[in-house]
């Protein structure tokens, strides 16, 4: 007998009307597939009895076996509890009822061995068990159970409206019940000999009433690597789909641009990664497909070379190119640095950021327009209307998860327009480089950015010492003042930085201006110069200060996190982090990355109060273990779980039933690794053996319209 799995799940059994309303308001359980779906949260080992004389308080789930010797009504502030003597050759103890007395004094026989199973407490010096399952042994000895209980998700609601988890479990059972325990096949023959999983049958069973813990964990392998399956195959078509229907423009050469930089003024020797990096991303500007690549490196690995040696390939091939960055700082920054690498070449770049003059702007436009001009770097002012390209061909993107969806995708409409047989004039888009400095978690990166190629440099640049990180109390400031004394002493620069978080801006503020007064007071003028630079001051005032900064005219910088991204003062070699238990993980890598660019030793200080949460004092205890950025990202994952990283935005990938992103890091990578031998053999899913993925794939797919994902 075989159901139809959409039904809804008003026609089960058991359920009725207001339950399913509950089910689906509740946990989302709206048919039968979803029933089967609700995976159980834990389970109770059921194959134990404990003897009285075992019991511990431990508030566990235990069950006894023993014989009502009698009851007591004990009479309390509002009515009264029904109490059961429950007693076995060891000890006695007692059974509970607020509710339901009468019913139960009824039903209960003396004197007759049950089995009880509920939570254990201690009340006054007795084991107490409140409304316990109670079952006639000779019944229970009949009952087929599972020896390890289920326990499924429950909101407060559904207990409080009477869906406990025993109704749940039952409902459960009566969907087996109906459907004869035969469940389709989703996951094809030669693939579950080859990885030895056991039938989907046999692990919707094992999942929802296991007969032994080898089963069940034979039955939760195999959902989740069938969840992640899927996850992977639907990404990883998204990929070639993107591919084949997306046309790149078509890089065909390296030329004179790329070569003559190469040979002749790179100011450094590559670092492996970085060579590895700009062949992957070679590779794709020559293929037909338009480059969609996401780069990860931590910061100080040098990206910004590895862009600009991208953004050369464009121009040899007679397209312009892009950079756009999250501040006007780091727009500045980027622009300073490559004009000096373009002044040889003669290649003419330009700068366009908010406080861009209107002059100054219309030139950007013309010169844009009309082709002379071949590099534009700027803030997010140059995704405006009116900034049109006449053949943009590779726009890159600095710190990518500073920009939303919307913002990355306006770049996408920037390219130039196709002949007009081809599609009515549309644009052809750009190839695509995002850069980030925040690494994602490898796991995590798989689930995400599936669609993206990835590429890690994961080298940094040759003679860098490693920044010593330590965390100090905020007593012990005179010993930090003295330490910054004796760097600047030796003529290093030193970063202090104060958080600034949205909701308390008033008092970060307030607090910034507190430092700054006290820093100024320990380190007087003339002997000392400071700047200061936070979100409130001009764009122009902000450059100034950043500019003395940078000239080496003051030796302190007392900032908010503006500072945090890009920039790039080698001789600074001190980070101070004020409140540093208010930042995050990446973040605070972020900040001490701004430090440890130059040959000196450098150092970053993390100022905390002394009472510090669980979670700050492991995000100082990982700060100051290790500089890999990778590592990092792990632990901050752990803390804030994968939903608070990625922002709600991708969570619908993160959605998982059964598998977990952290713990199931192996089956995932397995899981992506069959995936893509499955289409690189199959790319149509078109051979018999592969009918079941390709059935399943479109029932995954059915409500999304995956060919229009670009919006
Ligand atoms: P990020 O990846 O954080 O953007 P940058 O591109 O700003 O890093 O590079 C950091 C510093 O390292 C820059 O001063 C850059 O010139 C230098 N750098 C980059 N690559 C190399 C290399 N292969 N050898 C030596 N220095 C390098
Ligand atoms: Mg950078």
Not at 240 to 264: A, C, M, R
Not at 416 to 429: C, F, K, R, V, W
Request: net charge positive; with cysteine; charged share 25%.
């Amino acid at each position: 007998m075989s159901v139809n799995l959409q039904t809804p799940i008003d026609y089960l059994k058991g359920v009725g009307s207001s339950r399913a309303d509950l089910l689906r308001k509740e946990l989302g359980i709206h048919t039968f597939q979803d029933l089967i779906n609700l995976f159980p949260n834990r389970y109770i080992d059921r194959t134990r009895y404990y003897k009285i004389n075992e019991l511990q308080q431990t508030n566990a789930e235990v069950q006894v076996i023993g014989k009502i010797t009698g009851f007591k009504e004990v009479a309390q502030k509002r009515g009264k509890r029904l109490v059961a003597t429950f007693q076995d050759n060891t000890g006695t103890m007692e059974l509970v009822w607020f509710r339901g007395q009468k019913w139960i004094r009824e039903s209960l026989k003396a004197n007759k061995p049950y089995v009880a199973f509920g939570k254990c407490n201690v009340f006054g010096n007795k084991f107490s068990m409140a409304h316990p399952d109670l079952e006639l042994v000779e019944a229970h000895e009949k009952n087929i159970r599972s020896a390890m209980q289920p326990v499924y998700p429950s909101t407060e609601k559904l207990s409080n409206r009477g869906i406990s988890n025993r109704v749940l479990c039952k409902i459960m059972q009566q969907l087996f019940i109906d459907s004869g325990g035969k469940f389709a096949e989703t996951l094809p023959e030669n693939m579950r000999s080859e990885l030895h999983l056991i039938s989907k049958s046999s692990a919707l069973f094992n999942v929802h009433f296991p007969k032994s813990s080898e089963l069940l964990s034979k039955a939760q392998f195999r959902l989740k690597f069938e969840e992640l399956f899927y996850i992977q195959l639907q990404l990883i078509i998204k990929n070639l789909v993107h591919k084949s229907k997306i046309k790149g423009l078509p890089f065909t050469k390296v030329g004179d641009y790329f070569n003559t930089f190469f040979s002749e003024q790179l100011p450094f020797d590559l670092t492996g990664a970085q060579k590895r990096v700009l062949k992957e991303i070679r590779a794709d500007l020559g293929s037909n497909a338009q480059m969609n690549r996401l780069l990860q490196g931590d910061v100080g690995s040098g990206k910004t070379i590895v862009a600009f040696m991208s953004m050369l390939m464009a121009l040899d091939n007679g397209f312009q190119a892009c950079l756009m960055a999250p501040t006007e700082i780091l727009s500045v920054q980027h622009f300073n640095g490559l004009q000096e690498l373009c002044k040889p070449l003669n290649i003419s770049i330009s700068l366009l950021t908010g406080s861009s003059k209107t002059s100054e702007r219309r030139k950007i436009h013309e010169s844009l327009e009309n082709g002379e001009l071949q590099i534009l770097i700027g803030t997010h002012a140059l995704l405006e209307d009116k900034v049109k390209f006449k053949n943009l061909g590779l726009a890159i993107v600095d710190e990518q998860h500073r920009f939303g969806v919307a913002q990355r995708s306006k770049l996408w409409r920037k390219g130039p327009t196709s002949p007009p047989q081809s599609s009515q004039g549309a644009s052809i888009p750009p190839h695509i480089l995002v850069m980030t400095a925040t690494p994602i978690p490898r796991t995590l990166a798989m689930s995400v950015y599936g669609d993206l190629d990835i590429s890690i440099i994961d080298e940094l640049p040759p003679g860098r010492k490693a920044i010593k990180t330590v965390h100090r109390f905020d007593k012990n400031r005179l010993n930090v003042f003295r330490f910054i004394r004796d760097e600047i002493d030796k003529g290093r620069q030193i970063y202090i930085v104060y958080p600034l978080i949205q909701e308390s801006e008033k008092m970060d503020y307030k607090d910034l201006m507190d430092g700054y007064d006290s820093i100024a007071r320990d380190f007087p003028m003339p002997k000392y110069q400071i700047s200061i630079v936070h979100g409130q001051m001009k764009p122009a005032d902000k450059e100034f200060e950043m500019q003395r900064f940078i000239k080496g005219e003051t030796q302190i910088m007392v900032a908010t996190t503006v500072i945090e991204v890009g920039v790039n003062v080698p001789n600074a070699s001190v980070m101070i982090i004020e409140s540093a238990e208010r930042f995050g993980l990446s973040q605070l890598h972020q900040l001490r990355g701004r430090v440890g660019r130059g040959a000196e030793q450098s150092y970053c200080i993390l100022m905390t109060g002394h009472k510090l949460s669980a979670d700050s004092k492991t995000r100082m205890e990982t700060m100051v273990r290790t500089n890999d950025g990778f590592e990092i990202a792990e632990v901050d994952l752990r803390l804030r779980g994968p939903g608070d990283i990625m922002g709600t935005q991708q969570s619908g990938v993160l959605n998982l039933k059964i598998a977990d992103i952290i713990k199931d890091n192996d089956i995932l990578k397995h899981a992506r690794h069959q995936a893509k031998n499955l289409l690189k053999t199959d790319p149509k899913l078109a051979l018999p053996e592969n009918q079941v993925v390709l059935n399943t794939y479109k029932q995954l797919t059915r409500f999304k319209n995956i060919w229009n994902y670009i919006s």
